[in-house]
């Protein structure tokens, strides 16, 4: 039985990484040569336009909005190859963490810092230096803290029981979603989605963003303390 469920979740799992894959692809053919301007002026307007103080947000999320787009794509093909990759290896049996109680104290007060930071730079991302995937970076740090400090399976059982794993697909599909939808806005002010103005898009983006990138590396660094010991 479980075989056959690891079977099915492997052919699932390869259907989805042909069907990004294929995605990428159009993409990239379809994509129109770049026309030589002046940077400065560029980045300016761009600002201008988003109406954020943050300027390198405005141009990540702006008119290079399609490669944030690639980003979270290769970074969800990453984890699923994780995933396939160490399906069928054994699962350890015992997982021990570190007991010092002064480190634990220690790294407890680091991942609850962690964890306001990835809030922070998610919700401020636009108007600090900042955003989803630095957000995503501390909000796994924060989770990977208490792995190691021996409340591995409390983590798993939260997992579990919290459908992260089905709240990192919804984020994926949300996040395209709404970059369609501000990109489309971006490029055609006349569009049905420019309602919306841009100063919205951009912190929606950017927490959104951070919510997945949280869970898919959470996801991966789980795998492999699970499959490979590595604590």
């Keep these: 039985m479980?075989?056959?469920?690891?079977?099915?979740?492997?052919?699932?799992?390869t259907l989805y990484l042909i069907a990004i894959s294929i995605v990428m692809l159009v993409g990239i053919l379809l994509r129109p040569e770049a026309i030589p301007?002046?940077?400065?002026?560029?980045?300016?307007?761009?600002?201008?336009?988003?109406?954020i103080p943050n300027s390198v947000t405005a141009v990540i999320l702006g008119s290079r909005l399609f490669d944030t787009i690639g980003e979270v794509i290769v970074f969800t093909v990453a984890g699923l190859?994780?995933?396939?990759?160490l399906a069928h290896e054994k699962t350890?049996?015992?997982?021990?963490?570190?007991?010092d109680p002064v480190i634990i104290s220690l790294l407890d007060f680091?991942?609850?810092?962690?964890?306001?930071?990835?809030v922070e730079?998610?919700?401020?991302?636009?108007?600090?230096?900042?955003?989803?995937?630095?957000?995503?970076?501390?909000?796994?740090?924060s989770v990977t803290l208490l792995m190691i400090t021996g409340r591995l399976k409390l983590i798993e059982e939260f997992y579990s029981h919290s459908n992260a794993a089905v709240i990192e697909k919804l984020a994926v599909v949300v996040f395209i979603?709404?970059?369609?939808?501000?990109?489309?806005?971006?490029?055609?002010?006349t569009s049905p989605f420019s309602w919306i103005p841009q100063n919205i898009y951009i912190?929606?983006?950017?927490?959104?963003?951070?919510?997945?990138?949280?869970?898919?590396?959470?996801?991966?660094?789980?795998i492999f303390i699970n499959k490979r010991g590595i604590i």
């Design 2 to 13: 479980t075989n056959s469920s690891n079977y099915a979740q492997n052919i699932k799992s």
């Design 37 to 51: 301007r002046d940077t400065n002026q560029i980045v300016d307007y761009l600002t201008t336009l988003a109406n």
């Design 81 to 85: 190859g994780v995933k396939i990759l």
């Design 92 to 99: 350890e049996s015992l997982l021990l963490g570190i007991q």
């Design 110 to 118: 680091v991942a609850l810092l962690s964890a306001f930071l990835a």
């Design 121 to 141: 730079l998610a919700i401020r991302g636009h108007i600090t230096p900042g955003g989803g995937f630095a957000a995503g970076v501390a909000g796994a740090t």
């Design 177 to 189: 979603s709404l970059a369609m939808m501000s990109f489309t806005s971006f490029v055609y002010p």
């Design 203 to 222: 912190p929606m983006l950017n927490i959104v963003a951070g919510l997945k990138v949280t869970i898919g590396a959470w996801s991966i660094i789980r």
